[in-house]
């Protein structure tokens, strides 16, 4: 029951993208109801099964079949279990939006290519073999480039050829690092892999870490990482405002990746018994975050309207999070994940709903938009500034909400570490730009108001009102993030065991691959020597 | 002689591909990604190593080719196909709404006369 549960994750929004397609706009409004029907339906099966417990153990589903090395698998576990269900509920947030304010409207199969996007992303999140993440990848980024063309402009197209070439690219690099270690170590299941990479021959040892090393890069373009980043704001910044919001969920692709092949795939010990691979990553993962988090920051500052200004909290936001993921030495590894989860959880669900709120700016302040500049005041102006406000708190990572607490976590976490001072800079000093940044922003927005004719600055604004369909919207993430400072305990206990449960990656060897290696009897020599032939194996 | 044959030409596509992608006319850049995409797909092909007379079926002779390359390179293929298409239909998307091919949809009218005039000198 449950393994067919698990399979629907990935099939359901497969099947009503084919559906969408063909209703598409012969019958919007069914086409609403299917697709709202849907995300639904992924967000109740995704809590379900995840607060069932399911993914306490890692679960494995063999397609076809087929085991292990052999086949593709899909695994559920706790981690991949809560980004399904960060994505059900981000996408939720973001369709919801999109029919409240029409925005769908814009153009053709905007739900089609919603639902395609939820299928490549809840494959990757649940795909345990690398081919099968590269093929996912491809789904939700073909998905993402409709969606991102979605509504035209011309910002929006210039933009978007930068986003497609960008992918393109690292969809090629990806191809390369994926066929050169499927050419030396012989497999492309993670588990597997991990189980072969100790024996690989000496002579291979180069180009199994120069892949290895090629796939982080991938997926850090797809994370947006230091030196990577730099197509995330003009993208994000020029889409249509759910499909920002629903992008919210894309960098963590990268990142999920990041972890979850630093987790598995590098928990032997060694590459072919010469390079270690317990601090292979994670040094460069701390490193690139401090970077990151810094030149986002700035780029905070630098934001002339509100959604760029969101964008680049994203980018810092992943900067946080790698440096948390580049903690490694010692009993803190636990500490650093379940923050960074905590963070992750934190900022996914905050800057979809602050770009709910950006586009509620841009709806309501017909003279500037969410341009960071003065305009006559809008109506619900207390309202929303406040919404801005907690927004701008919670994001620059003040107490009380979620921000600071993510943040003490992943800080708590770096005392041990020999980086500690740059890392305790980096973080309170970026913050602190960011809080400047957004003061401004606020003041500027909120504050300033212009008089126009007929329009006093300060009288009443006009139409109080109007309604603001979709401002219960940009509430609802606010009211998680309240749900998380008031349940932290329970939450951070369950991301603590989480966190436990990546970082002793037997749990998912085990599952996936329950007889160990399997060795080709053909092929005595080590992987990398012949080419591994698997005439003798168990199929 | 084979081996090293086929890994010149993977680099010769594969570098030929970044030159281009390096570009600032949105054509270039296509024609570049398209390039560097037969390049990996010919390096994923060899990743199941260069055999002669040996199909992808076990036992029908000695030494089989390993079926998985070949699999993998056909998906491949199609997304690659499938994405430039879609990048084809998007650049003429932006030529069309920018005015320009260029990538950043910058254009400098001085600039491309100057050009226009040196490389095709008017009768």
Do not use: C
């Amino acid at each position: 029951m449950t393994d067919n549960l698990i399979s629907l994750l990935v099939l359901l929004p497969v099947a009503l993208a084919a559906i969408l397609a063909m209703t598409g706009q012969r019958a919007p409004g069914l086409s609403r109801g299917i697709s709202l029907a849907g995300v639904a339906a992924l967000l109740a099966m995704s809590l379900g099964l995840l607060l069932g417990g399911s993914g306490n153990t890692a679960q494995v589903i063999e397609l076809g079949g087929w085991s292990a090395p052999f086949g593709i698998v899909l695994v559920f576990d706790r981690l991949s279990g809560l980004m399904v269900v960060l994505t059900s509920i981000v996408a939720m947030l973001a369709l919801l939006y999109a029919v409240r304010r029409d925005e769908d409207s814009a153009g053709p199969h905007f739900h089609a290519l919603f639902q395609a996007q939820l299928f490549g992303l809840n494959g990757a999140f649940l795909t345990g073999d690398l081919f099968n993440l590269f093929v996912f990848f491809e789904v939700l980024l073909l998905a993402s480039y409709g969606l991102l063309l979605h509504g035209n402009g011309r910002k929006r197209t210039r933009a978007g050829f930068h986003y497609v070439v960008v992918n393109l690219i690292g969809s090629t690099l990806f191809l390369f690092a994926v066929g050169a270690l499927y050419g030396t170590v012989g497999s492309l299941n993670l588990a597997d892999i991990s189980l072969k990479l100790p024996e690989v021959a000496p002579d291979a040892v180069p180009i199994v870490t120069t892949a290895i090393f090629l796939l982080f890069v991938v997926f850090l373009i797809k994370g947006a990482a230091f030196p990577l980043y730099l197509w995330l704001p003009g993208a994000y910044g020029h889409a249509s405002i759910p499909v920002a919001a629903l992008f919210a969920i894309m960098t963590k692709v990268g990142l999920y990746s990041v972890l979850r092949v630093d987790s598995v795939m590098l928990s032997g010990n060694s590459i072919g018994g010469l390079v270690e691979t317990t601090a292979l990553i994670a040094p460069w993962l701390l490193w690139l975050g401090l970077i990151t988090l810094l030149l986002a920051a700035l780029g905070v500052v630098a934001g002339r309207i509100l959604r760029r200004q969101v964008a680049y909290l994203i980018v810092a936001s992943v900067g946080t999070i790698l440096i948390a993921l580049g903690l490694v030495t010692g009993s803190e590894r636990e500490l650093a994940i379940s923050g960074a989860l905590y963070y992750w959880i934190h900022t996914t669900v905050l800057s979809a709903g602050f770009f709910l709120l950006a586009g509620l700016l841009m709806r309501h302040r017909p003279e500037a938009g969410d341009g960071i500049e003065a305009a006559p005041p809008m109506p619900h102006a207390v309202l929303v500034g406040s919404l801005f406000f907690a927004y701008a708190i919670a994001m620059a990572g003040l107490p009380p909400l979620t921000g600071f607490f993510g943040k003490v976590m992943i800080l708590a976490a770096a005392v041990e570490s020999p980086l500690m001072a740059p890392i305790f800079a980096v973080v309170l000093i970026s913050g602190l730009i960011m809080v400047i940044a957004l003061a401004r922003t606020g003041s500027r927005l909120f504050y300033q108001s212009q008089a126009t004719p007929g329009h006093p600055a300060h009288s009443t604004p006009r139409d109080a009102r109007t309604p603001m369909p979709g401002l219960a919207l940009s509430i609802a993430p606010l009211a998680i993030a309240t749900v998380m400072v008031v349940g932290a305990q329970p939450l951070s206990e369950w991301l603590e065991t989480t966190a436990v449960q990546i970082t002793t990656p037997s749990g998912y060897l085990d599952a996936v691959m329950p007889d160990g290696i399997l060795l080709p009897e053909t092929a005595p020599g080590k992987f990398g020597q012949d080419y591994p032939d698997y005439e003798g194996g168990k199929h | 002689m084979t081996n090293l044959a086929i890994s010149l030409l993977i680099g010769v596509l594969t570098g030929a591909g970044v030159y281009l992608v390096l570009r600032a006319q949105t054509f270039p850049v296509v024609l570049g990604l398209t390039l560097m995409s037969y390049g990996v797909n010919l390096f994923l092909f060899t990743m199941g190593r260069l055999h002669t007379a040996a199909p992808a079926v076990v036992g029908a002779t000695e030494q089989s080719a390993d079926a998985l390359p070949q699999a993998l390179v056909l998906t491949a293929i199609v997304i690659a196909f499938a994405m430039t298409a879609f990048v084809i239909v998007l650049a003429l998307k932006a030529r069309a709404a920018l005015g320009n091919d260029h990538v950043d949809g910058t254009h400098i009218p001085q600039a491309d006369r100057v050009m226009d005039r040196r490389k095709e000198p008017r009768a």
